[in-house]
């Protein structure tokens, strides 16, 4: 029988490939972090009453949740630079992983606004009240009272989100990124064909030892927040077997 | 180069004529992995000794590749695989990329991915279902199929619907990436045509507007479809 499958492929494609790692942690954490600040303002903007406010940012985030993570990363790389040139800045000198971790921020902060909003929606209004009434002020109430419980709430469907974001950078490749996907790309035109599902059986390892990193560290940060925060952590008895609760995954989480 | 709206106005033509091969491909894609999400299901549900074991091997993988990746490792592989059955069983599948039929790739890779995810959806809204109920109704003397057909599934589909609606948008949004191995849908005739003139912004914008509708529409959907299956929580 011949061989069609070469095992050690695996691993001598793994070596070359690790050298993209590190691009694609540092887009997943600027983005992540970028679209962690830029979703507040979204956030709040939309939980305000039928005003031009709350209109834009729920548009935004329904164009970003309706479209496909790849149409945006081709719509921004080659309309930023047109968007741009009205106003008179030439930017077609910019690196393309710029253009990337633009995208990247504003999908997952749309992402991300729906998490802080059903986090804020789901502590009590009945404690900013108490609060406010026994002489908070607002920003008091919000950091001592609703930030620690709403930061307890979202903490898992961060974590989710940022095992996507990672996922979701494997898409770079497309605008000619050399990052993992790009790499295996090159190894399989490099070796003629030869080596070609070896080398995404490589990087689909490498993503899952990074879901599985991940997933620890997020269960690490939960207990860490929730004893800064004073809270403790129900956790529900889950039986979901020794794979899944590696990744951390969370009941109901969903992919992409 | 501003915005060409001419252009613009003609792409909507050219790019929703390969609307109804995203929805093919989606809807397949669903369907398909609905069936593997319930197999899987009952694997665990079950206890079945190897095929549980496999069965969570399945979802922790394919839950952290990315489906690109998954995408890519079907279209490579695929040749590979019936090559192997072609010298197992003595087969004569085609072994050249060229000749197998393309959507078989999107479909398969896609109803993989979604297969997995949807394996969480149905364990947590058949979980969502007291085990009273179950126990009642073999009580009275119901066997287990009718159990399942007459008492389980029905409330679990109302428990699922919802992220049965997302997974499903999210399966959407995974076909524009499909046309990477040479499935000509929508993002690829907009590729096309764009290079004729370098388009590219005018062409994606379009695909974005077509695949946004899709969703709001999809959406809308599946709030109808969970009015419907929620039918029985009315009170009497």
Partial sequence: MKQYFNPEAVLTT??????????????????????????????????????????????????????????????????????????????????KRVFAAITFTLFSSAFLSEVYRSAYLAVDQGQMEAALSIGMTKFQALMRILFPQALIIALPNIGNQAIGMVKETSLMFTIGIADLMGIANRIVSDSYGLINMEAFIAVGLIYCV??????????????TVGKWCGVRIEKPNDRRGKFASLTGFRRGADGL | MG???KFFGNMFLIVLGKLPVTLFVAITSMLIALVIGY?????????????????ELYVYLVRSFPVIVIIYMIYYGTPVFFATLNDAFGLTLPESRTLINPYIFGVAALSLNSGAFLAEVIR???????????????????????????????????????NLGNSFLNLIKATSLVYRVTIIDMMAVATIAAALDFRYLESYTVVAIVYWLLCVVFEKLFVVLEKSASKYKKPV
Avoid: Y
């Fill in chain 1, 14 to 95: 793994l070596e070359r490939l690790m050298s993209a790692l590190p691009l694609t942690l540092i887009i997943a954490a600027v983005s992540l972090a970028a679209g962690m600040l830029l979703a507040a303002p979204i956030a709040s903007a939309r939980m305000k009453r039928h005003s031009l406010q709350s209109w834009l940012a729920a548009f935004f985030v329904s164009f970003i949740r309706g479209t496909p993570a790849l149409v945006q990363l081709f719509l921004i790389f080659f309309g930023l630079p047109e968007f741009l040139k009205i106003f008179g800045l030439n930017i077609t000198g910019w690196d």
């Fill in chain 1, 210 to 223: 990074l879901c599985v990193i991940i997933g620890q560290a997020l269960k690490l940060l939960e207990v």
């Fill in chain 2, 3 to 5: 915005f060409d709206f």
């Fill in chain 2, 39 to 55: 197999a899987v299901d009952t694997c665990r549900r079950l206890q079945i000794p190897v095929l549980k074991q496999l069965a």
């Fill in chain 2, 124 to 162: 947590s809204a058949m979980r969502s279902v007291g085990k009273g109920q179950t126990e009642a109704a073999l009580s009275i003397g119901m066997t287990d199929g009718q159990v399942m057909r007459r008492i389980i599934i029905p409330q679990a589909l109302a428990a699922a619907i919802p």
